[in-house]
């Protein structure tokens, strides 16, 4: 599996508590019960965890899981 | 030598307003600001009140409870009564002080911190001998009850301490401090009209930017992350670790920053203290009203953290005075 991912992954499960099951790449915020604010500490848990910003308009037009370690992985994300 | 806390007090007014009471004007409900900000009501002065009627009542009650009178006054508060002048010559002339040093400090939702810093400043540099400092805050008068984003945020408050000197090492010794700021980031959470750049002509009224705007994410994350910063830099300044807070008192903005900031710093929940849910974000007397409502235990070793306008954050620790009651 893409290691962005497995990263992603582990942040959503450890710092959001979120079910290992519910994660797949398809899954958007919402069906993750992950509301704006969450997106927001997503963001910055991206920025420490992979050293990548992600600006919050870029966040706003994040759908999907796969959408996101897209991005991550065009900011130069390393895992 | 250090400045000693010796008495607590504090104001707030009678009025609760709950989400439901803001909810039935605006396009939010009780729910959305339960979860995203952990505030379930605020206090509204009534029209008429100001901020030094706050800061009288919360610096009479400290005084009373340290018995002692005060050579200087600092009120924190970025609600003054009238632009100019500051409050702090009124608070104290009304509190019967006569005619000591009297000054307002403005560093928004990080007063309270910078405010103690201040107090120390004047105890060490021996101009005076025991200084009442107030954070108070009128916040619903620069609220736009228009602004869903805005308007569950805040509500009106004081708490006060007086300090004298006394032995560092003493309960109720305060410091070391860490303070910062970050004035690229000013616009990101300011009044934009009615100060010295753009008057509140009536334009300004008109596009309510007489109003506190803030982009509140980009607030939360630089919030987030100079609150962990600055509180690790202020532990290190101390010699204490992480292990040695007993509690965790953080500027009362939003339960969901406290709780991102604890985390990061390894503060388990059980020591925590969050009270955002009664009064909203006080500003300069969110601190000062956690203090009163924690229960703290007499040498509890206390972690002190804000961040607000400006951009401003400070840290310091106390360990918990036994303190009479105000």
């Known amino acids: 599996m893409n290691p962005i991912y497995e990263k992603v992954k582990g942040v959503l499960v450890d710092k959001f508590g979120v079910e290992e099951s519910e994660v797949t790449p398809e899954a958007s915020f919402e069906d993750l019960d992950l509301d704006s604010l969450d997106l927001v500490e997503f963001a910055l848990a991206a920025e420490e965890e992979l050293g990548v910003r992600i600006s919050d308009e870029e966040a706003e037009q994040l759908e999907t899981l796969s959408d996101t370690v897209k991005l991550l992985e065009e900011k130069g994300a390393s895992a | ?26 396009d939010t ?20 009140t100001a ?12 005084l009373k409870a340290a018995g002692e ?6 009120i924190a508060t970025s609600t003054p009564d009238r632009s100019l002048p ?8 009304r509190l019967g002080l006569g005619t000591v040093n009297a000054f307002d400090v403005n560093a928004a939702c990080t007063g309270f911190v910078y405010g103690l810093a201040v107090a120390a400043g004047l105890i060490a540099g021996d101009i005076a001998d025991r200084v009442l400092l107030v954070g108070a805050e009128t ?10 984003s805005t308007a569950v945020l805040f509500g009106d408050g004081a708490g006060a301490v ?46 309510r930017d007489t109003f506190l705007q803030m982009d509140g994410r980009e607030v939360y994350r630089q919030a987030v992350r100079r609150m962990v910063a600055s509180s690790q830099k202020v532990l290190d300044r101390a010699g204490l670790t992480v ?13 969901r920053i406290l709780d991102a900031v604890a985390d990061r710093l390894g503060v388990a929940p059980e020591r925590r203290f969050v009270n955002v849910a009664r009064y909203g974000n006080t500003s300069a007397a969110s601190i000062p009203l956690a203090l009163a409502d924690a229960d703290l235990e007499p040498g509890e070793q206390v972690l002190l953290t804000a961040f607000g306008a400006g951009m401003t954050w400070g840290s310091t620790v106390v360990r918990w005075p036994s303190l009479p009651p105000g």
């Open chain 2, 162 to 207: 007086l300090l004298s000197r006394g032995a560092e090492g003493d309960q109720g010794a305060v410091g070391p401090f860490d303070l910062g700021s970050d004035g690229d980031a000013s616009d990101l959470l300011c009044v934009p009209a009615g100060g010295s750049r753009r008057p509140a002509d009536p334009d300004a009224i008109a596009a």
């Open chain 2, 243 to 255: 292990a040695d807070v007993d509690r965790l008192v953080g500027h009362q903005a939003n339960a």
């Open chain 2, 139 to 148: 916040m619903s008068r620069i609220t736009d009850f228009s602004d869903r």
């Open chain 2, 29 to 48: 409900t009780d729910e959305w600001v339960r979860t995203r900000t952990g505030i379930a009501e605020r206090r509204i002065a009534e029209v008429g």
């Open chain 2, 1 to 26: 030598m250090s400045a000693v806390i010796r008495g607590l007090g504090t104001a707030v007014p009678d009025r609760v307003v709950t989400n439901a009471e803001l909810a039935a004007t605006l």
């Open chain 2, 86 to 93: 500051g409050v702090g010559p009124e608070v104290a002339a």
């Open chain 2, 51 to 62: 901020t030094a009627d706050l800061a009288v009542e919360a610096g009479a009650e400290a």
């Open chain 2, 69 to 74: 009178q005060a050579d200087a006054v600092v």
